[in-house]
């Protein structure tokens, strides 16, 4: 394997006309430059200087691998110095996948302290739920991802077991009725009190924990209506076709007009986290990201 450090010395060489003067231009010893010119010949397995007279002069080899040393040597410079930004936050990239609640709370306020810390740093963002925001990262479609798990849920502890887990916040889910509806005003209520109602669910995780917690209070809810848009769940809340629950920060992030929130007992929470491989966790841009994350999740708690 030809290394750099020996093309560096070759180039001096070739350059200078002696090992003496290569050494002195290198700031080394003549037996050192020497034996590095010995260690690359053997790695190009032919001659790559003669002597004639006082001077070292190149072989065909060696005057080609002269000509391609200074391309390669620009290139590894560039490269180190690429590395070095991004070792710095002066350079670098984060592809960034969240779920849509995030996507409008958690995620700008962090995104806009990046830009203004690092403004190097370039940062993708893609919306998608989990599982499917969590085989992006695994599959190396993103960097860092943005994810909920339910408590209590089946596997919930073994689901993110390869991965850096990064608590954010805990979201803790609301109930939404029509503003007219009979337990519009009410403090607390329990969820068999909405037993008869039919339901809006959200996303296929979010339905199946829905599906869930019903079932635990004593019955299987009628969901007439399903979708991901938690504008659309609002809008059909509202216009006094459903009832629903959904996170507290997914109400943050839409107008809820014609509808009354209501606290469900009992207690119904979601972990939001993010997420990231153990490697990518060490990358500074990655690093940095996790770390505003984590400041904008306790910004929206203070």
């Known amino acids: 394997m030809i290394e750099a450090r020996h093309l560096r010395v070759l ?106 810390e690092h403004p190097g740093t370039r940062i993708s963002l893609v919306e998608a739920e989990p ?33 850096v887990v990064r608590p954010l916040l805990t979201d803790r889910l609301v109930g939404l009725v029509p503003r007219g509806h009979r337990l519009a005003g009410a403090d607390r209520v329990g969820m068999a009190e909405l037993a008869g109602e039919p339901w809006i669910a959200g996303c296929p995780r979010c339905r199946r924990h829905l599906v869930e917690v019903c079932e635990d209070a004593g019955f299987t809810p009628r969901i007439d209506f399903a979708t991901d848009d938690y504008p659309a769940v609002v809008g059909l809340v509202g216009a006094g076709l459903g009832v629903a629950v959904l996170p507290e920060l997914a109400v943050e992030s839409v107008r809820a007009k014609g509808v009354s929130t209501v606290v469900v007992e009992p207690a119904v929470e979601r972990e939001v986290v993010a997420l990231t491989l153990p490697d990518l966790a060490r990358v500074p841009a990655v690093a940095a990201t996790l770390v505003e994350l984590e400041r904008a999740a306790a910004s929206m708690g203070a």
């Open 11 to 116: 180039r001096a060489v070739a350059g200078t006309g002696s090992f003496s003067a290569a050494a002195r231009e290198l700031g080394c010893t003549q037996p050192a430059v020497s034996q590095q010119m010995k260690a690359l010949e053997q790695s190009a397995g032919t001659p790559l200087l003669i002597r004639a007279g006082r001077e070292m002069r190149l072989t065909e080899a060696g005057e080609a691998l002269v000509r391609h040393a200074a391309g390669i040597l620009a290139g590894l410079t560039a490269a180190e110095e690429e590395v070095a930004a991004i070792a710095g936050l002066r350079a670098g990239r984060v592809r960034l996948v969240s779920f849509p609640s995030g996507s409008s709370t958690l995620v700008p306020t962090a995104l806009a302290a990046m830009r203004a």
């Open 131 to 163: 599982p499917r925001s969590v085989e992006m990262l695994r599959e190396g479609d993103c960097d860092l991802a943005l994810a909920f798990r339910y408590g209590g849920s089946a596997g919930s502890a073994a689901e993110w077991e390869d991965l």
